[in-house]
């Protein structure tokens, strides 16, 4: 049965930081690359960052570039999101992705989503 987990959310006053952890189970988690959303009140739901499967490269949304950093661990199936310098506009519930691409189409599994609120 496929979970991804994710804890490590919470309230934190602006400025401050959180590492968001998302942990994986019932499929080969390092043959997935690992993606984290977020989805504020009343819109859509937004990509965050990513880490690829193998070279661990990473990629992020403008608006976090140099505050948040997602990382993996391949042995504990683990992947996280450090959060620094957070914003009350970063008050959102953060989901954990895993996606897998074949060929032209992608397998995709999520988690149930953390809540973060960031106090001004």
């Known amino acids: 049965q496929v979970q991804l987990v994710e804890s490590g959310g919470g309230l934190v006053q602006a400025g401050g930081s959180l590492r968001l952890s998302c942990a994986a189970s019932?499929?080969?988690?390092?043959?997935?690359?690992m993606n984290w959303y977020r989805q504020a009140p009343g819109k859509e739901r937004e990509w965050v960052a990513d880490?690829?499967?193998?070279?661990?490269?990473?990629n992020y949304v403008d608006s976090v570039k140099g505050r948040f950093t997602i990382s993996r661990d391949n042995v504990k199936n683990t992947v996280y999101l450090q959060m620094s310098s957070l914003k009350p506009e970063d008050t959102a519930v953060y989901f954990c992705?895993?996606?897998?691409?074949?060929?032209?189409?992608?397998?995709?599994?999520w988690g149930q989503g953390t809540q973060v609120t960031v106090s001004s």
């Open positions: 992705n895993a996606r897998q691409f074949i060929g032209a189409r992608s397998r995709d599994y």
């Open positions: 019932g499929f080969t988690f390092s043959s997935y690359g």
């Open positions: 880490i690829t499967s193998i070279s661990g490269s990473t």
